[in-house]
T-cell receptor, first 113, second 115 residues
């Protein structure tokens, strides 16, 4: 079973609007990562936030992490049609130096021109 | 600098057959992980190889096996294929170091269809 649960499952917005996706997880983690996937192809790493961090920015992306609520959010500001993709959160729990990613089911974002 | 490459891109097999998927990691990377992504789902961890040994394994049956070669490339083998094995198989490479913060770089995936 998967660790993360994304919300919403699908999101449809207009260009220029902000998109917010949420992720919840069940067990303690060392870090949480967000990935993007276009049309069922390979995943592209967007941002990593460590368990002792609360917020991180990268360009138009803003990620928050609340370890007390076991949740994270990804905000994409001023969205563009090219942002249309599926977005996944993935958690990492260190295990003897070998770390696997546990993914949620993803949010499918559609940005309309 | 080539990223992670996978072959083949697409594959069609019938139930009961065996399949081998291949992955070449990003230059400089020594760890390879494999993930299975069913349609509409997130990727699920299959296993991870480092120094030619399986280091971690997800909840997959023994029909799924792998190998890592001295040049760090890797193969995923699936025996006795089932319809439910139809999925996108993703390979990811990273650099081991124990920090856990090393980014995993994903390949484009191999789309396996089992008929």
């Amino acid at each position: 079973s998967q660790q993360g649960e994304e919300d919403p499952q699908a999101l449809s917005i207009q260009e220029g609007e902000n998109a917010t996706m949420n992720c919840s997880y069940k067990t303690s983690i060392n870090n949480l990562q967000w990935y993007r996937q276009n049309s069922g192809r390979g995943l592209v790493h967007l941002i990593l936030i460590r368990s002792n961090e609360r917020e991180k920015h990268s360009g138009r992306l803003r990620v928050t992490l609340d370890t007390s609520k076991k949740s994270s959010s990804l905000l994409i500001t001023a969205s563009r049609a090219a942002d249309t993709a599926s977005y996944f959160c993935a958690t990492v729990k260190f295990s003897g130096g070998y770390n696997k990613l546990i993914f949620g089911a993803g949010t499918r974002l559609a940005v309309h021109p | 600098d080539a990223g992670v490459t996978q072959s083949p891109t697409h594959l069609i097999k019938t139930r009961g057959q065996q399949v081998t998927l291949r992955c070449s990691p990003k230059s400089g990377h020594d760890t390879v992980s494999w993930y299975q992504q069913a349609l509409g789902q997130g990727p699920q961890f299959i296993f991870q190889y480092y120094e030619e040994e399986e280091r971690q394994r997800g909840n997959f049956p023994d029909r799924f096996s792998g190998h890592q070669f001295p040049n760090y490339s890797s193969e995923l083998n699936v025996n006795a294929l089932l319809l439910g094995d139809s999925a996108l198989y993703l390979c990811a490479s990273s650099l081991a170091g124990g920090s856990g913060y090393n980014e995993q770089f994903f390949g484009p995936g191999t789309r396996l269809t089992v008929l």
